[in-house]
């Protein structure tokens, strides 16, 4: 008998107050408060933070009359930049709108149905996890979504809105078996520090993890798995304070945690003509309906297109040898024949005219059982089946 085989995979994610992911919610609040007065408006909305300062632009071309700097101080509020002790306070910020129209040269294009842009664009599905997705990166996901609700809830006051979490699993044989690694760094406030004032106490360490990991990883952590709690000694200063921030630059923690490609398109503040943005969400939902339907373990779709032009240059479905009857099959035909690939065709099937955004920005855009998140669900099940007899 061969020996097992054994890796380690880490994924990461983090809070809402995390200066990137401040701006792709911002973004996203943006495109959804235009979206509610004007479905068809080309929204690509992009944010930059740093200390005191927030500055908005893009292109975005609409009917819909909004207030940008109101949008944006009730998003930096809901959040928790409320005071500068905190490290940015929605209320003394200065706000920079330097938003524009679409250029007519992109706009000639998508008004008859093309894409945006050019680009590739990914998607994938697994069988670890009840969600479909990778291991890692769904307990760091429920990991800082925890982190966030403590907070919230002033279960430890003492908590800041910035945060990040990472999660190392080991995996025999391909398969996740167990936690390795814990790593969790939160902002936090002066009043845990110990007495040399270079770290946070044992007990703050010790409600951290009663309250926090130890709930969501618990039933996964063993005698081994190591914990790592604001691992450099503290994180008294978070947020934009010292971290400038932008949309888009969280996009392995917005997919797969790292475990599949990425096509390199962000997806905060984009529209659905964006294909970085619609596409992928069409693309996990093959990928994801595809492995719901017990055909395959694993799946990975790429789509790409070519700016003004409707139908996708290129589909390819690969089922990493999970079962090589099916790899063998002719399955682009198939994937074209069964779901709508066009924009405006993945706009209508997937409802990506609804002001559904910022629950997206943060947290992962896949894997989650929202019901708006259409693109997370599992409705072409039997007719796939049928296709791959």
Known sequence: MSESRSYFFTSESVTEGHPDKVCDIVSDTILDEILKQDADARVACETFISK??????GEITTTARVNTKDIIKETLKRIGYNNLSLGFDCNTCAIIDVINTQSPDIAMGVDIGGAGDQGLMIGFACKETPEFMPLPIILAHKLAIRL??????????????????????????????????????TQHTEEILDITGDSITSKSKKEIFNNIIEPTLG??????????????????????????????????????????????????????????????????????????????????????????????????????????????????????????????????????????????????????????FTWEKVNKVDELKREFK
């Open 148 to 185: 966030s609700e403590v907070r919230k809830r002033n279960t430890l006051p003492y908590l800041g809105p910035d945060g990040k979490t990472q999660v190392t699993i080991e995996y025999i044989d391909w398969q996740p078996k167990r936690i390795d690694a814990v790593v969790l760094s």
């Open 219 to 372: 039933h996964l952590i063993d005698k081994d798995t190591k914990i790592y709690i604001n691992p450099t000694g503290k994180f008294l200063f978070g947020g934009p304070a010292v971290d400038t921030g932008l949309t888009g630059r969280k996009i392995i923690v917005d997919t797969y945690g790292g475990m599949a490609a990425h096509g390199g398109g962000a997806f905060s503040g984009k529209d659905s003509t964006k294909v970085d943005r619609s596409a992928c969400y069409m693309a996990r939902h093959i990928a994801k309906n595809i492995v719901a339907s017990g055909i395959v373990d694993k799946c990975t779709v790429q789509l790409a297109y070519a700016i003004g032009v409707a139908d996708p240059v290129s589909v390819m479905i690969d089922t990493h040898h999970s079962n090589n009857k099916i790899s063998k099959l002719a399955l682009e035909p198939i994937i074209r024949k069964v779901f709508p690939l066009t924009p405006k065709g993945i706009t209508d099937y997937l409802q990506l005219r609804k002001p559904i955004f910022s629950k997206t920005a943060v947290y992962g855009h896949f894997g989650r059982n929202e019901e708006d």
């Open 52 to 57: 005191g300062l927030i500055i908005v632009g």
